[in-house]
Nanobody
Framework: QVQLVESGGGLVQAGDSLRLSCAAS????????AGWFRQAPGKEREFVAT????????DYADSVKGRFTISRNNAKNTVSLQMNSLKPEDTAVYYC???????????????WGQGTQVTVST
């Protein structure tokens, strides 16, 4: 069992940076893949970034590639998402997710956090 709690969301201006953190509980987390997803009002939840259990492999949605960086610290049971050059279209609730195999699909993840709001103004 893994429990996830996100933090770090807020209101920023276009071009600013923000760092999201996800704190995980459960000894298994260090062996699980992790991902970040987001959901804007009226839209489906979409993939943002994922990282494998060891942090050696990452993958990003095309819309954030080159601007966002996912990382993890297994000693601290945390996963982070560094977001640079934010755009108004990045506005959404951001969710941390974890599962044994992970991937880019929402359906691949069994464990989810409660979400943190990110709002980017023009």
């Amino acid at each position: 069992q893994v429990q996830l709690v996100e933090s770090g969301g807020g209101l920023v201006q276009a071009g600013d940076s923000l760092r999201l953190s996800c704190a995980a509980s459960g000894r298994a987390f260090s062996m699980y893949a992790a991902g970040w997803f987001r959901q804007a009002p009226g839209k489906e939840r979409e993939f943002v970034a994922t990282i494998n259990w060891s942090g050696t492999r990452t993958d990003y949605a095309d819309s954030v590639k080159g601007r966002f960086t996912i990382s993890r610290n297994n000693a601290k049971n945390t996963v982070s998402l560094q977001m640079n050059s934010l755009k108004p279209e990045d506005t959404a609730v951001y969710y941390c997710a974890s599962d044994l195999r992970g991937g880019t699909s929402v359906s691949k993840y069994d464990y989810w956090g409660q979400g943190t709001q990110v709002t980017v103004s023009t």
